[in-house]
């Protein structure tokens, strides 16, 4: 009979895998958060691609998060825009040199070793980590970010797009996988059709 590991196990190899993930010879080229800054902005949303919205996802502060983004547009991996949603802001988005950064990114690896876990097991990874970090963010009152097959704001218009509850806006199929920083995790109801 296996038993389940002890909690504290658990976290302990969620840490190192981490840790493992953001290794190998790449890695040192930038810091672990603005690699994490460069994949952000380039699965966000044009909803969420704003220094504060990195900053919710980075569970820091702004003035940190502000700080990462300013050092990655200072060596042109980034780029600031005009944001015509809300003038007060910055829309962030990834260069040309920002995209070819990210083709050397040390986490492909560990995409590549989770890729390769059997489907079912990589469902049940997925369903558990997504459970966790729901759980604590609620506890600790910060935001949780996911795309919107998953998110209480979607509702299906056809195969290929959404409807925004929150944004109230018509998203295409690139948008529909893409991180937001409104997202709302689905629980277990259906989702109502857009009428």
């Not at 002890?6 to 840790?19: I, M, P």
């Not at 996802?57 to 702004?62: A, I, K």
């Not at 995790?185 to 989702?191: C, K, N, S, V, Y």
């Amino acid at each position: 009979m296996s038993h389940a590991p002890a909690s504290t196990t658990l976290v302990e190899q969620l840490v190192h895998l981490a840790r493992l993930g953001q290794s190998g010879p790449a890695a040192a080229r930038l810091s672990a958060a603005q690699w994490t800054a460069l994949r952000y902005f380039s699965r966000a949303n044009r909803f969420s691609r704003t220094p504060s919205a990195f900053s919710e996802y980075q569970s820091t502060t702004r003035g940190t998060a502000s700080q990462t983004v300013k050092s990655l547009v200072a060596m042109g991996l980034l780029e600031r825009r005009s944001n015509s949603r809300d003038g007060r802001s910055a829309l962030i988005e990834l260069t040309e040199a920002g995209r070819t950064m990210l083709a050397e990114d040390p986490m492909a690896e560990l995409e590549a070793v989770l890729e390769s876990l059997p489907p079912e097991r990589r469902r049940g990874l997925a369903q558990a980590l997504s459970q966790a970090t729901e759980t604590l963010a609620e506890r600790r009152g910060a935001a949780v970010f996911g795309t919107c097959r998953d998110c209480t704001h979607c509702a299906c218009l056809d195969d290929e797009r959404v409807f925004c509850r929150s944004s109230r806006t018509a998203l295409d199929a690139a948008e529909v996988s893409a991180l937001c920083v409104d997202f709302t995790p689905l629980r277990e109801t259906p989702r109502a059709p857009v009428r």
